[in-house]
Nanobody, 123 residues
């Protein structure tokens, strides 16, 4: 079983900062891409940022220049540094690994989601 466990959410004032962490645990061979998604009340889940094992990154336009995703491959952990937070960043933030390679022969992989962590930004 593979799990993603997020931490670091909370309440912060507008303009403040928070750092989220997501650690992968369990039995697996490799995780290539990991990322963060968020879902605000009444809205669809949306991509925030992704990072590959080679440290290539991608960001949603709404967070570019404010959020930074990083990764520690040795710890199977990703981070999301969120600066200059705005009330519209309020959401449940989910960690995602779309292709966790469990075995290579035969090839077997899973998509895994974390349980989510709430970020609330007050105005």
């Amino acid at each position: 079983q593979v799990q993603l466990v997020e931490s670091g959410g909370g309440l912060v004032q507008a303009g403040g900062s928070l750092r989220l962490s997501c650690a992968a645990s369990g039995s697996f061979f490799r995780i290539n891409v990991m990322g963060w998604y968020r879902q605000a009340p009444g809205k669809q889940r949306e991509l925030v940022a992704t990072i590959s094992s080679g440290l290539s990154t991608r960001y949603a336009d709404s967070v570019k220049g404010r959020f930074t995703i990083s990764r520690d491959n040795a710890k199977n952990t990703i981070y999301l540094q969120m600066n200059s937070l705005k009330p519209e960043d309020t959401a449940v933030y989910y960690c995602n690994a779309p292709m966790v390679i469990v075995t290579t022969a035969p090839l077997r992989y899973l998509e895994v989601w974390g349980q989510g962590t709430l970020v609330t930004v007050s105005s």
